[in-house]
């Protein structure tokens, strides 16, 4: 397993007030953290526009087309400070990789590694997931991670879970057969929430076998810096895997 370097801020901090909502209701984020670095926002200004996604109007045909001799297409949503998906990005070149993040320093901080790690396959869409699935053209992705997202504890707030039978469906339509929906969490009780919902889909088969295979990350797992964190204070996370059928 392969732990990231930290940044000074977790993404997954408390939302603040005006938190984004959006129609769909999938994915709710503050879209305003600190100030950012003037590097980071120059990076925003003329980086960013080149690997933006333009979901105003109709898709490719083929989501590969959107990046240069790739394979295959992955989707990571909602993904902090890009720990993970530049990881993966880098071990996969022959992979597409999309990263949501609506939340302004999470997209400044991918795009500081992308610029030093010299990546170039990945694109980036800054604003909901639920408007990304919905647009992405069916059997595109092979496969779809959520990585520690936003816990909405209080029940009062699960509506705001990006897991949700809308969306476990959404990515029913954009997975490939075989393809997978991959989860981590460190809090029980979206862990159990986020199993009920894929176990009564009929789309979605869980992969467990044995305990181990939701207790460890797995091969070649990059750590985010919020998980190691979740570690040091105690917290273990669950690592679940559900397969496309």
């Known amino acids: 397993m392969t732990v990231a370097p930290r940044d000074p801020d977790d993404r997954e901090a408390p939302p603040e007030d005006g938190a984004a909502t959006h129609a769909h209701g999938s994915f709710f984020g503050r879209r305003k953290g600190h100030k950012l670095r003037s590097h980071q926002a120059d990076l925003i200004e003329h980086l960013l526009p080149r690997l933006a996604l333009d979901i105003a109007g109709p898709p490719p045909a083929d989501l590969t087309g959107l990046f240069d001799g790739c394979e295959d297409v992955r989707l990571e949503i909602g993904f902090g400070g890009g720990e993970h998906l530049i990881a993966e990005a880098r071990a996969f070149p022959a992979t597409g990789f999309i990263g949501c993040e609506p939340y302004v320093n999470g997209m400044a901080k991918i795009l500081t590694r992308i610029e030093a790690y010299g990546v170039g396959n990945v694109r980036l869409f800054a604003g909901d997931a639920a408007e990304l699935l919905a647009w992405a053209p069916p059997q595109s992705m092979r496969r779809i991670d959520l990585i520690h997202p936003d816990p909405w504890p ?38 159990a929430w986020t199993l009920s919902h894929l176990l009564r889909s009929p789309d979605f088969l869980w992969t467990a076998e044995r305990a181990v295979d939701w207790r460890e990350p797995w091969p070649d797992y990059t750590m985010t810096r919020y998980g190691a964190k979740a570690e040091r204070e105690g917290r273990k996370a669950a690592y679940l895997r559900f397969r496309r059928v």
């Open 154 to 191: 209080k029940r009062r707030h699960w509506k705001r879970r990006f897991v949700q039978d809308a969306t476990v469906a959404a990515m029913a339509r954009l997975l490939r057969r075989d393809g997978e929906f991959r989860f981590v969490s460190d809090i029980e009780d979206y862990c």
